[in-house]
């Protein structure tokens, strides 16, 4: 089975730059109006033209997940202004690398409003409106930090281990009905997220063979639309990480410490 863009009306959250920019592009090219959404009003201006050259069209608004009484409205918005939704991808995040040691209250709290508790309140805000057309999708980007390990993004890891679990609620509770909820995980992509940032620790050195491409990643993720599976993965190596780990998590992290040249105990 395969997913046909065309005519289909997406909503990317995250989708001024990187994984969501590149899906929507995509999306685009496959005929699908996208609706694009993010904090840098600029940047998805110029992400709509290329939905455009690509042969779709689109809309944008600028939202900003941290203002978490600000989703409700803006899911009413979106509904009447692209039409019904038939999939949301909430792709949006910003990684907090910091220690654990380093953490602050405040820091998780928006870590954790940005990565889990705007996505999951738009899912919830958008779940009506698909209910009562008995159709619909909400796809929600995890990371490989919940499935590998959570150097210097425990925060974050929790935050979208959060999402992975909400993700199956929805999965389980809207079995039988028309609308179908999938978690995708992306791994390492060459985006914003993967150079330093002020505010941030620095991110555990990768070689850059191991960043995949951006528009790979959207891809896989319309792929993932093609099938009824809950989980889905930007790679199947990144399929054979997340199993090794629940396989044997101590074995694994004990792995993973060794090869980071950190202490054991």
């Excluded at 289909?8 to 899906?23: D, E, K, N, Y």
């Excluded at 409205?73 to 692209?82: L, S, V």
């Excluded at 405040?106 to 209910?131: C, I, K, Q």
């Excluded at 792929?223 to 090794?244: H, R």
Aim: overall charge negative.
């Amino acid at each position: 089975m395969s997913w046909d863009p065309a005519g289909q009306r997406v909503l990317v959250t995250g989708a001024s730059s990187g994984i969501g920019a590149a899906l929507a592009v995509e999306l685009g090219r496959g005929g699908a109006y996208v609706g694009l959404a993010a904090r840098r009003g600029d940047r998805l201006e110029q992400v709509l033209g290329q939905v455009r050259d690509a042969g779709g069209d689109g809309c944008w608004w600028t939202l900003d997940l941290a203002d978490l009484d600000s989703v409700a409205p803006f899911a009413d918005r979106a509904w009447a202004e692209m039409g019904p939704i038939d999939v949301l991808v909430n792709n949006a995040g910003a990684p907090r690398r910091r220690s654990m040691k380093r953490l602050t209250p405040a820091e998780l709290d928006e870590t954790m409003a940005v990565n889990f508790t705007g996505s999951a309140r738009l899912s919830l805000a958008l779940l009506p409106y698909m209910l009562e057309r008995d159709s619909g999708a909400i796809v929600n980007v995890s990371s490989m930090g919940t499935q590998s390990m959570a150097f210097r993004t425990g925060a974050y890891g929790a935050a979208k281990a959060a999402l992975n679990l909400f993700t199956e609620g929805l999965y389980f509770d809207l079995a039988g009905t028309g609308v179908r909820a999938h978690l995708f995980t992306p791994g390492s992509t060459d985006t914003e997220f993967s150079t330093p940032k002020p505010g941030n620790d620095d991110p555990f050195p990768q070689p850059s063979d191991a960043f995949m491409d951006p528009v790979d990643v959207a891809n896989a993720l319309i792929a993932k639309l093609g099938n009824d599976d809950f989980e889905g993965f930007a790679s199947p190596a990144l399929k054979e990480t997340a199993q090794a780990k629940r396989a044997d998590p101590n074995a694994y992290l004990v792995e993973a410490l060794q090869l980071m040249g950190l202490r054991t105990r």
